[in-house]
């Protein structure tokens, strides 16, 4: 029988980032929450052996209450999130695609390390665990959008 994972405790890990990981405030005082970045698109994935890896992730706040004229939610505050990643320890990712649509994205400890868990809606998912991680963003949408 498959062992369930834990229910995710979006609070307690909201706190944890904004102590441990460095630029993880910008992101919250951007959105005015934490995000579960579901439906953001990962533009970008740099992976390098040493040095600074990068992932970079575009979203958006929905406001899930107002609906416009063209039957759309209300979307604001259009960002590309950019995660430094330093000393990946493992990974595993699979299903990159054109398009990399995300379910949930995840920032929390394992080990004394940092897990970004990617779960997808459509294209790549998996984790990557590293020393350290860091936060930085900018404001817009991505070219050719």
């Not at 990981?21 to 992101?27: D, H, I, K, R, S």
């Not at 699979?94 to 649509?101: A, L, R, T």
């Amino acid at each position: 029988m498959d062992e369930e994972k834990p229910k995710f405790d979006w609070k307690k890990n909201a706190k944890w980032a904004l102590e441990k990981v460095p630029g993880a405030t910008v992101l919250f005082e951007w959105f005015g929450y934490w995000p579960s970045f579901h439906d953001a698109e990962i533009i970008s994935l740099e992976l390098n052996r040493k040095g600074i890896s990068n992932l970079n992730v575009y979203f958006w706040n929905t406001d899930w209450s107002k609906v416009l004229p063209n039957k759309h939610f209300f979307q604001d505050k259009y960002v590309i999130v950019h995660f430094a990643i330093e000393n990946i320890n493992d990974l595993e990712l699979y299903d990159f695609s054109h398009q990399n649509v995300v379910s949930c994205l995840t920032l929390a400890p394992k080990d004394n390390l940092i897990e970004i868990e990617i779960s997808p809606c459509y294209g790549i998912s998996g984790y990557i665990l590293a020393e350290k991680v860091s936060v930085s963003l900018t404001p817009g949408m991505p070219e050719g959008t």
